[in-house]
C-alpha cells in the first residue's frame, strides 16, 4: 500500500484501531491456546472485557483517544526516527495504559496479543490477536 500520509493522519489511523478493537469489538480476547484449559482462559478473558466495555461512555473513548494522540506526539519529537510501537500482550504497554487510566477505562478491554507499529515513513501496520497478519492500515 503506497502511502504518503502526514504523522497527524496516521496518528489517527493509530488511534481509532486501538479504539474500536478495545472498546467497540465484542469478545475482543484470544489468546491462541486451543487446550481445553486455554479455552476456560478464552472464555473468562472474554467474559472480564465484555463486563469492562459495559461501562464506556463515548466521553471516556475521547478522553483515551486525545491521550494517546498526543503520546504518540511527544514520542515523535523525542525520537523522529523511531517507529512507535503500541502492544498488548495480556497487558498493555505503558502508553496504551496511561491513556486508558486518564480516561477512566479499564485494560482488561484491550484485545491481548495485538499491536500497531507507526514506523517514521508515517506508515501504520496492525496485527489484532494472537496468529493475526501484520496489516497496513
Known amino acids: 500500500m503506497e502511502t504518503n500520509q502526514t ?4 496518528v489517527l489511523k493509530t488511534v481509532i484501531w486501538w479504539s474500536d478493537k478495545s472498546f467497540r ?12 484449559h ?4 478464552f472464555l473468562l478473558m472474554n467474559m472480564l472485557s465484555n463486563k469492562s466495555q459495559e461501562n464506556i461512555t463515548d466521553e471516556k473513548i475521547k478522553v483515551f483517544e486525545e491521550h494517546l494522540a498526543k503520546s504518540l ?3 515523535r519529537v523525542q525520537y523522529p526516527t523511531s517507529s512507535i ?3 498488548v500482550d495480556y497487558h498493555p504497554c505503558q502508553m496504551l495504559a496511561e491513556a486508558a487510566e486518564a480516561a477512566d477505562l479499564e485494560s482488561q478491554c484491550f484485545p491481548c496479543k495485538s499491536s500497531t507499529r507507526l514506523d517514521a515513513n508515517n506508515k501504520v501496520f496492525a496485527r489484532y490477536q494472537y496468529g493475526g497478519a501484520s496489516n497496513e492500515i
Do not use: C, I, K
Request: charged share 20%.
Open 85 to 87: 510501537w503500541l502492544d
Open 7 to 10: 504523522f497527524e493522519e496516521a
Open 38 to 41: 486455554g479455552g476456560l482462559a
Open 25 to 36: 469489538t465484542p469478545f475482543n480476547q484470544n489468546n491462541g491456546d486451543g487446550s481445553e
Open 73 to 75: 506526539t511527544v514520542y
